[in-house]
């Protein structure tokens, strides 16, 4: 089945520093992709989506890019802030039942 | 945003107690729930899908007799675990789609931590 891999933290950034969490996926379709966020003491909240090959979402500085011949989503910040610490979690949905499957979630700690 | 709010946030109770646990979309109506549970340095794993006005629809291996949803409102759906056991502790997560929602537009709930002594 359908399935999402992100790599595992907890990662730890100094701020400023460049960010790269890397998510690869397996799908029999054609997915939609998702970085989700979650702050402390919050719900998850939609981070930034792609919905076809070589698509790049955006938000509040991160990015990210559908890459279908490499099934890859990495997330990516230039410049971190010590606001940008959360869990991450990277998701595809099929649009044939519209479920989302989510990664594992990678815990961000930014360090003043 | 639409914001979902769930209700207890936290909960501690006795094996074989059973145990409510709701979600609400507070500013918007949601034809669509969805619950979760989440293991600790695990993923969501969806349970069910709760549709207003008609049953559940559970994923393979999520028992529908222990797991008891109710979506009886377009803002309230309700996720029951019946005779708790310590297995069942966990964190659980609604979320829900805006009416007319395209794929992924998905609002969370802050999640409900169960605890089964």
């Known amino acids: 089945g359908d399935s999402v891999t992100q790599m595992e933290g907890p990662v730890t950034l100094s701020e400023e520093a460049f960010l790269t969490i890397n998510c690869t996926y397996t799908?029999?379709?054609?997915?939609?992709l998702f970085w989700y966020v979650q702050y402390p003491g919050e719900g998850l909240q939609l981070l930034l989506k792609?919905?076809?090959?070589?698509d790049k979402g955006s938000n509040k500085g991160f990015e990210a890019t559908y890459r279908k011949e490499t099934t890859s989503f990495h997330l990516e910040k230039g410049s971190v802030q010590v606001s940008d610490s959360a869990v991450y979690f990277c998701?595809?949905?099929?649009?044939?039942?519209?479920?989302?499957?989510f990664g594992k979630g990678t815990r961000l700690h930014i360090l003043p | 945003g639409a914001v979902v709010s769930q209700h207890p946030s936290w909960v501690i109770c006795k094996s074989g107690t059973s145990v409510k646990i709701e979600c609400r979309s507070l500013?918007?109506?949601?034809?669509?729930m969805f619950w979760y549970r989440q293991f600790p340095k695990q993923s969501l794993m969806l349970m069910a899908t709760s549709n207003e006005g008609s049953k559940a629809t559970y994923e393979q291996g999520v028992e529908k007799d222990k797991f008891l949803i109710n979506h009886a409102s377009l803002t309230l759906s309700t996720l029951t675990v019946t005779s708790a056991h310590p297995e069942d502790s966990s964190f659980y997560i609604c979320s829900a789609r805006v009416v007319g929602a395209r794929t992924g537009e998905l609002f969370f709930g802050e999640g409900s931590r169960l605890t089964v002594l």
């Open positions: 799908a029999t379709g054609y997915p939609s």
């Open positions: 792609a919905t076809k090959a070589d």
């Open positions: 500013d918007f109506q949601a034809t669509t």
């Open positions: 998701a595809l949905s099929d649009a044939r039942d519209d479920k989302i499957i």
